[in-house]
C-alpha cells in the first residue's frame, strides 16, 4: 500500500516569524525551504539560528536557502512571514513557489489580509490565515531571539475547497503539521473573527509602543497607558460585535491579565518605526477603521492613535 508522500514545505519571508516556525518544522524532521533575500549570505553561511526561552538555543545548518525564487523546488505548503506592506510584490513568488493545490498561509497581522490577496493569486491554491501567538524578533541576521509563547490559529479562507467538511480537513492538516514540531495550534472555523479577536492585542500594543517609545512592561506599568490600552482593546471588541463577530467573555481583561504574565517585550510594529521599515499601519489600523465605519461604529481612541503613527511615519520619510 502506497505512502502519501511528505509534504514539501516553503517560507516566503523568513525573518523571525517565518524564519522561526521554518526552523522547528525542519527540525522536526520535514523538508523545509526558504526563500531570503538581505539575509540570503549569513544563512547561507552560518544556518539558522534561535535562540529560544521555550526551545533552547538552535541551529539549522546547514538550511535549504534560496535567493532566487526559480531555484526553489515547489512546494505542498508555504509559510508567508512577510509583512502585509510587500503582499503585493509577494503574490507572483507566492504562484512561483507554490505546488499544484498548495495550501498558502499567511502568517500576518491585521484585517483582509487574505482579501486583498487572493485576486493576485491563481485560483487552484488554498489561502488560509494564521494568527500567530508569540513573542518574536530578530537579532541579526539569521539570528532569532524567542521569548515566549509560540501558538497558531489557523482558519481557511479560500481556494477549491468548495464546502465546511473539506476546508475544515485541511485546516487540521496544517494544525497537525505545526503540532508534530511541538507547536500549539487550534483550527478555526471564522478567519475573519479570529482576525479580529488578535486585534484586540495588536491594536494597542503595536501603537502605543512606539508612540509612547516603551515596551509592554513600562506599557502595563504605568496607570495611565494602562487605561488607555483597555479602552482601545473594548473599542476593537466593540466593533467586532457591532459586526456580528462574538467575543469570549471578557476578552479584554483577560489579554491584559495575559501580558502582565507575558516577559518585557517589543512589539513588531516598534522595531519597523526604529528601523524606517513600512509599517503595517493598513492592515492593522485603517482596515478594521474602515470595517467598522462600515457597520456604523466609531473608535476614537484607535483613529487618534492611527493618525498619529502616520503622522509619525511621514515625519520618517521627509
Known amino acids: 500500500m502506497s505512502q502519501t508522500p511528505a509534504p514539501r514545505i516553503g517560507v516566503i519571508g523568513t525573518g523571525a516569524i517565518g524564519g522561526f516556525y521554518g526552523l522547528l518544522l525542519a527540525k ?19 544556518g539558522l539560528r534561535l535562540n529560544s526561552s521555550v526551545h533552547g538555543a538552535l541551529t539549522l545548518a546547514p538550511a535549504q536557502a534560496y535567493r532566487r525564487i526559480e531555484d526553489m523546488p515547489p512546494c505542498d505548503w508555504l509559510l508567508v512571514g512577510a509583512k502585509t506592506t510587500a503582499n503585493a510584490e509577494l503574490a507572483p513568488l507566492i504562484a512561483r513557489a507554490a505546488a499544484p493545490g498548495a495550501r498558502v498561509v499567511l502568517l500576518q497581522n491585521g484585517l483582509a489580509v487574505e ?37 497558531i490559529n489557523l482558519a481557511y479562507h479560500s481556494g477549491p475547497a468548495g464546502d465546511e467538511a473539506s476546508r ?59 487605561a488607555l490600552i483597555g479602552d482601545i482593546m473594548q473599542e476593537v471588541v466593540q466593533a467586532a460585535q457591532a459586526l456580528g463577530h462574538g467575543m469570549p467573555e471578557q476578552y479584554a481583561s483577560k489579554l491584559l491579565a495575559a501580558t502582565e504574565r507575558m516577559p518585557d517585550y517589543l512589539p513588531s ?12 499601519l493598513h492592515a492593522i489600523y485603517a482596515a478594521p477603521l474602515a470595517a467598522a465605519d462600515a457597520a456604523g461604529f466609531d473608535m476614537p481612541k484607535v483613529r487618534a492613535l492611527y493618525q498619529a503613527l502616520r503622522f509619525i511615519q511621514a515625519r520618517g520619510e521627509a
Open 28 to 46: 522536526a524532521g520535514h523538508d523545509v525551504h526558504f526563500l531570503l533575500r538581505s539575509e540570503y549570505t549569513a544563512v547561507a553561511e552560518q
Open 115 to 151: 482579501d486583498e490577496l487572493r485576486p493576485l493569486l491563481p485560483d487552484g491554491l488554498h489561502l488560509l490565515g494564521g494568527l500567530c501567538y508569540i513573542c518574536v524578533h530578530r537579532s541579526a541576521p539569521g539570528v532569532i531571539e524567542h521569548q515566549a509563547l509560540g501558538a
Open 168 to 226: 475544515l480537513e485541511l485546516v487540521e492538516e496544517g494544525a497537525n503539521l505545526l503540532r508534530s514540531a511541538g507547536l500549539d495550534s487550534t483550527p478555526m472555523r471564522d478567519l475573519t473573527q479570529t482576525r479580529w479577536q488578535k486585534l484586540v492585542w495588536n491594536v494597542p500594543y503595536n501603537g502605543l509602543s512606539v508612540l509612547l517609545d516603551a515596551d509592554t512592561r513600562r506599557l502595563m506599568g504605568n496607570p495611565d497607558s494602562r
Open 269 to 280: 510594529m516598534y522595531h519597523d518605526f526604529a528601523q524606517g521599515r513600512p509599517a503595517e
